[in-house]
């Protein structure tokens, strides 16, 4: 089952501009977890934010987490062409040592140059 | 280069063939797992494996079998190929189980038609 659900599904802006993309989930969490994935390719780790945490910054990436409306956002400033891609959340959920991380359906994001 | 390594990059199977997916990873990690991604469904993981010498099923296991065969290697095979095995199967590795502050990294896939 996917807990985490992004929204929106697909995301079309001009380069230069900001695009933010959200995650929702349904459990408790130990962390969150952003990934990237370009078309035909595997994906790539681009940030952690655990759950005692509410913002993280990792270049022009800006992650926050709200743990009470159980919900994260992905900012990207400043876009480039090379930043489309398929944006993934997943959630590391705080449930004992057999937990494994639960995926969403991910954000198609298109940069237009 | 560090990473996961995945092969064959394409294949395409007839309905009962057999094959296997290799998977090699190079960053002494402990755990490793295997993703098959469909459109629409996200990733779902087949098979993983939390260390070396030990394998559990996932959420989709039906149809695949897994070996871990050393600390760098996880290989999943398909025993006789149906056309829903139709997918893009990743192989991925981290070192801590669920990823830690590093998280998973992902092979580049494996596209497997089965006609």
């Known amino acids: 089952s996917q807990q985490g659900e992004e929204d929106p599904q697909a995301l079309s802006i001009q380069e230069g501009e900001n695009a933010t993309m959200n995650c929702s989930y349904k459990t408790s969490i130990n962390n969150l977890q952003w990934y990237r994935q370009n078309s035909g390719r595997g994906l790539v780790h681009l940030i952690l934010?655990?759950?005692n945490e509410r913002e993280k910054h990792s270049g022009r990436l800006r992650v926050t987490l709200d743990t009470s409306k159980k919900s994260s956002s992905l900012l990207i400033t400043a876009s480039r062409a090379a930043d489309t891609a398929s944006y993934f959340c997943a959630t590391d959920p705080n449930a004992g040592n057999n937990r494994k991380l639960i995926w969403g359906l991910g954000t198609s994001l298109a940069v237009n140059p | 280069n560090a990473g996961v390594t995945q092969t064959p990059k394409f294949q395409v199977l007839k309905t009962g063939q057999s094959m296997t997916l290799q998977c090699a990873q190079d960053?002494?990690?402990?755990?490793m797992y295997w993703y098959r991604q469909d459109p629409g469904m996200g990733l779902r993981l087949i098979y993983y494996s939390a260390s070396e010498g030990t394998t559990d099923k996932g959420e989709v296991p039906n149809g695949y079998n897994v070996s871990r065969l050393n600390k760098r290697e996880f290989s999943l095979r398909l025993e006789s190929a149906a056309p829903s095995q139709t997918s893009v199967y990743f192989c991925a590795s981290s070192a801590l189980w669920t990823g830690g502050q590093y998280g998973y990294t992902f092979g580049s896939g494996t596209r497997l038609t089965v006609v």
């Open positions: 960053m002494n990690h402990n755990s």
């Open positions: 934010i655990r759950s």
